[in-house]
């Protein structure tokens, strides 16, 4: 291999690197969990031995932005940072109302019926998107259709 080929050789495969590494850290960033128990403590660090910020119920969902060991440091809807056991967490798409009040819809866009509300903080389970709407079902069982943009998650 002659000098330029070696060149081009390890530029392309320090750009390679460099575009493997961006691609991890992108998806370390916007891995999402949810609560898988009825509550859950947040507490502001790595093991049972520090303080509880929180208690989270089912659902509830999470930013994951670091780990050390069993545990996740997470950031939720409004910001607020802590650390939760993975064991208790699970993947099951969730979302949380970030507006003061949502219209819960029979379809996906405003010319749909309101068949119920939803407000500020409420945990949602996620069933299906389309197009800048979610299908979502609360806990009591009602179900319909959200702009995406009023909810925070995945």
Known sequence: MNMISRRKFSLCLALLLAACL??????QAKRMVSVDRPKINMRSGPGTNHPIIWELGRGYPLMVIGTQGSWLRVRDFENDEGWVYQPLVGRKAHLVVKAKIVNIRSGPGTRYRVVGQAK??????TQERRSGWVKVKHENGLSGWVARDLLWGW
């Open 22 to 27: 961006l691609v991890a850290t992108a998806a």
């Open 120 to 125: 500020y903080g409420v945990v949602l389970q």
